[in-house]
């Protein structure tokens, strides 16, 4: 099947009236969360999940993703216009946004964030379409060897990208390695970890980690200070860009795309990175640097474009090889296998329409953000004086019912209990729940691969390196983890992170990346 | 060397070594088999075991740069009332009916929040009860009892 005929099929199915509306309340909420300081993508799609559940495959994922790339809309809103990033990818756009609106010009930046995602999503949509076939064809020829080095370097490159202790971050995957072992035993049917408790034998309830970990243990956090926020906004108007305007964003749009697109493919937290080093790339190549910090219109173009370029690249490693780079894209696995799908190489042959689907549904998406942004933007202010004193008991309210209503069994709420305070806890000892639900979800097929490939190779455990591709990738893997380690190349990172040499600091993003929409005020 | 400025890191890496070894020891109990034909305990030992290894490094780590020793505050009265209200619904949501299960789990969510005073939580509870039988019973047709057997229903 060629491109052509692929898109085409994505369009018959992104264009039926129910994904068409799905797609459009994904962006919806997405933009909503992206918004609203406190609650992130990761957590709201967690909630969703068991909702979802009822849906056709291709109309569930085409809201999940929505929300995702939805919030890096959302999240460009409030940093623009309240200095306060709803999202960590959009902290860097609030240096110069803000300072924009400060002076009046808050429609201009609002309408370039929105042009500059759009573009950028656009174009990189394109990407993932024309990478995808190639991509998966390739990891069709993966034994069990390279399948298990490959997890394994997703895993560890996973940490490279998160902030926080490297090492943390590694406990953290090889609990959820351990979670992932609860249940049966695949080989053998053994029930392992279960203590006799039949709810156990599938193995511990995915939906109700996630909300667990990212919705009830994420209200704890917030709950920790004083949600209170003022909210004083000026009127936004003159959304309209000049010539002139368009000549500055023209190339910071472009390179932000490029770079975007590149680093969004990078485990962990590439759409971060990708805000933060267009920043500092268009903060290189202005004529007049000493504008940034106080309100160039560059550095909101670059940033904006790379994180929502990075935001669709990300759906790559998932889409081809069935490896999530980040939470969110664990949470999209575990919403593929609540479908009865198994993520991998094979979807985009066997479930040609959900996959083609879910990438036509992207430029729909971005288009849908368009205009739900620029003449909505009132709207999207107005939510912020929602109090969160309202918000948060809704999310125990729908998190409950929702996950009581997938299997009807009180187990899997008593679960959300548990992962909460154990979640909780460990987000108190400084660890990211992030690298514990990619390890949670790619545990059992980690452990699955490791074993075909040991009784094919006869126990011979020298197979992962005398295989060629399964060396190349362990060796990556290894790289990787010494990038992570390595005291010179962190500092180098925090540099990145925090760019000062005479604008103001961007606000840090309280966890690079994966736990997203944490900021407080 | 005060052992209290990396408290943090050394209750972190109690947890892991403590998780590690829970899982390696029940391991054991299960067959370990070879790595030709991997018992159903192999995996989980090997992975137990490096989590020990984790967790140790962590706390040595932690005594040897002596940072990151602040818990910050925990909202006890918050963690108490979410924990209990979602245990709450899980324990009720068959017996005394949706309705009532989730009535008294938001409104003991609604409490959690600092200073919330009963009236407006009462008010939250009864309009997100509302919402959620729309979304849940009406829109999405989920079918379970709103009142349940305990209630006559």
Redesign the interface.
């Known amino acids: 099947m060629g491109l052509l005929d692929s898109l085409a099929l994505g369009f018959d199915t992104a264009f039926t009236p129910v994904n068409l509306l799905f797609c459009l309340i994904g962006v919806a909420l997405g933009t909503a969360v992206g918004v609203l300081p406190g609650i992130g993508p990761t957590a709201t799609m967690a909630l969703l999940l068991p909702?979802t559940f009822?849906f056709e495959p291709s109309t569930s994922l085409i809201m999940l993703a929505g929300i995702y790339y939805g919030a890096q809309y959302g999240g460009s809103t409030t940093a623009i216009l309240i200095n306060l990033p709803g999202e960590s990818s959009a902290a860097v756009t609030a240096i110069d946004g803000h300072e924009m609106a400060k002076q009046g010009r808050a429609g201009k930046a609002l309408a370039t964030a929105a042009l500059g995602s759009f573009f950028a999503g656009s174009v990189a949509t394109l990407f993932v379409a024309l990478l995808a076939t190639p991509l998966s064809r390739l990891a069709l020829n993966f034994g069990p060897a390279e399948l298990a080095s490959l997890i394994l370097l997703g895993l560890i490159a996973s940490i490279t990208l998160a902030s926080g202790?490297t090492?943390?971050a590694?406990?953290m995957i090889?609990?959820g390695?351990?979670l992932g072992?609860v249940g049966q035993?695949i080989?053998?049917g053994?029930p392992?970890?279960t203590f006799g408790q039949r709810e156990l034998y599938d193995g511990l309830d995915f939906v109700s980690l996630a909300v667990g970990l990212f919705g009830?243990a994420e209200?704890?956090r917030n709950?920790?200070g004083?949600m209170v926020r003022s909210v004083v906004v000026k009127k936004v108007q003159d959304l309209w860009l000049r010539k002139e305007d368009y000549r500055r964003i023209r190339m910071p749009v472009l390179r932000g795309t490029a770079l975007g697109s590149a680093l969004g493919v990078l485990p962990g937290a590439g759409h971060v990175l990708a805000s933060f080093m267009s920043y500092s790339t268009e903060k290189r190549a202005a004529k007049n640097p000493q504008e940034f910090g106080r309100g160039a219109i560059e550095g909101v173009a670059g940033p904006e474009s790379a994180n929502n370029a990075a935001a669709q690249t990300s759906f790559i490693p998932l889409l081809t090889l069935g490896l999530p780079a980040n939470a969110v894209m664990a949470l999209l696995v575990g919403a593929l296998i609540i479908q009865g799908i198994v993520p991998g190489p094979d979807v985009i042959n066997e479930e040609p329409e959900v996959f083609w689907g879910l990438i036509v549904s992207f430029w729909i998406g971005n288009l849908f953000l368009l205009l739900l942004n620029l003449p909505l933007i009132g709207l999207w202010v107005k939510m912020l004086t929602i109090p969160?004193?309202?918000l948060?008991?809704?999310i125990?309210?729908?998190?409950?019912?929702?996950t009581?209503?997938i299997n009807?069994n009180?187990?899997?709420?008593?679960a959300?209990?548990f992962f909460?305070?154990l979640g909780?806890?460990?987000i108190?000892?400084?660890?990211e729940p992030a690298p514990l639900l990619l390890g949670f979800v790619l545990g059992p097929l980690l452990?699955e691969n490791?074993?075909r490939a040991?009784?094919i190779s006869?126990?011979d455990?020298t197979t992962f390196v005398t295989r060629p591709l399964s060396l190349t990738l362990l060796v990556l893997a290894v790289v990787a983890f010494f990038v992570a380690v390595l005291p010179a190349v962190r500092r180098k990172r925090e540099v990145v992170f925090v760019e000062d040499d005479d604008g103001p600091h961007p606000p840090q993003p309280a966890q690079a990346g994966t736990r997203d929409g944490a900021s407080r005020p | 060397m005060r052992l209290q400025d990396a408290r943090?890191?050394l209750?972190?890496g109690a947890?892991?070594t403590g998780?590690?070894l829970a899982?390696a020891i029940?391991?054991t109990t299960?067959?370990i088999g070879?790595?030709?034909?991997?018992?159903?305990?192999f995996?989980?030992l090997v992975?137990?075991g490096?989590?020990v290894v984790?967790?140790v490094?962590?706390a040595v780590?932690g005594v040897l740069a002596r940072e990151?020793g602040d818990?910050?505050?925990?909202?006890w009265r918050?963690?108490v009332l979410?924990?209990a209200?979602?245990?709450f619904?899980?324990?009720t949501?068959?017996d005394l009916g949706?309705v009532p299960a989730?009535f008294v789990?938001?409104?003991l969510?609604?409490l959690?929040?600092?200073g919330?005073r009963v009236v407006?939580?009462v008010v939250?509870?009864t309009s997100?009860?509302a919402?959620?039988v729309l979304i849940?019973v009406v829109a999405?047709q989920?079918r379970?009892p709103l009142i349940g057997p305990w209630l006559g229903g």
Not at chain 1, 396 to 402: E, P, S, T
Not at chain 1, 410 to 414: K, L, P, R, S
Not at chain 2, 34 to 41: A, D, Q
């Open positions: 909702i009822g202790s090492l943390k590694l406990a090889v609990l390695l351990l072992t035993d080989a053998t053994t392992r970890f009830v209200i704890l709950l920790e004083s969160y004193r309202w948060f008991p809704a125990i309210g729908f998190a409950a019912i929702g009581f209503s009807l009180a187990f899997d709420v008593y959300i209990a909460a305070l909780y806890g460990l108190k000892l400084g660890c452990e490791v074993r040991l009784t006869q126990g455990a | 943090k890191d209750l972190a947890v892991f998780l590690g899982f029940t391991s299960y067959e070879t790595p030709l034909r991997m018992g159903p305990g995996f989980p992975l137990g490096v989590l984790l967790g490094s962590i780590t990151g818990l910050g505050t925990v909202p918050a963690l979410l924990i209200a979602i245990l619904f899980g324990a949501v068959r949706l989730l789990t938001v409104l969510a609604a959690a929040g600092r919330v407006p939580a939250i509870a997100l009860t919402l959620s849940f999405l989920l379970l």
